[in-house]
């Protein structure tokens, strides 16, 4: 576990390059990742988190204009919703492109992508330069951290390393909205109200079949 310096994140997004996995603060939880386009890194967070493998891995974007790398069908919708709560706790749930591992989503023909609000993960992100597979640093089915100690009560020797950047400001993990649903349909309530996207939306939206 290091102190989440610029030297620090430097040494992060090195390991990811090179294969390897790191932890990290967000506005909502710790997360885990490992480069995106790296199937074999990937793997790794499956066996670490002793994850189910039909269970896909989000991805995380540095900013909204870098979704056509992993994702199809934006449309004006998804804009709209990236302009207003990204950075943030929202999670959009899009038609996966062809150039993303089957790994990530679990062989599924959707990805999920969201752009974290945290300037840890944002220096990290722009750093490597290149999208993250991520999803909170714990073993599956646990609960989800919000301190580097937490992460490394879970993960540790698990992973290369463990950025501490302090206490997660949200504690809550994102909401997840499937836009590839008509009409859209929350997954997981979360971070971001169910009224705040209806409100952005101007409709109302089904019931929510999952919390936290």
Not at 55 to 67: F, G, Q, T
Not at 178 to 205: H, N
Request: aromatic share 4%; net charge negative; proline share 9%.
């Amino acid at each position: 576990m290091l102190p989440a310096s610029e030297e620090a994140i430097a040494t992060a997004a090195r390991i990811l390059a090179e294969g390897g996995l790191v932890a990290f603060p967000t506005d909502t939880v710790y997360g885990v990742g490992a480069h995106v386009f790296q199937p074999d890194a990937v793997e790794r967070i499956y066996v670490a988190k002793i994850r189910p493998r039909d269970k896909a891995i989000p991805i995380l974007l540095a900013r909204a204009d870098d979704l056509p790398l992993v994702a199809e069908g934006i449309t004006e919708t998804v804009w709209l919703l990236a302009e207003r709560f990204w950075p943030g706790g929202l999670t959009l749930v899009l038609p996966r492109k062809d150039n993303v591992p089957d790994i990530v989503s679990a062989g599924g023909p959707t990805v999920a992508v969201r752009v974290p609000d945290h300037p840890v993960f944002l220096a990290l992100i722009a750093a490597l330069g290149a999208p993250l597979a991520g999803t909170s640093a714990n073993l599956s089915g646990r609960p989800s951290p919000v301190t580097a100690q937490e992460v490394e009560a879970e993960l540790g020797g698990r992973i290369e390393l463990i950025l501490d950047g302090g206490r997660c400001p949200g504690g809550t993990p994102s909401t997840v909205l499937d836009l590839t649903a008509d009409p859209p349909t929350i997954l997981r309530a979360g971070a971001i109200g169910v009224e705040e996207i209806e409100a952005a939306l101007s409709k109302r939206l089904p019931k929510s079949v999952a919390v936290g």
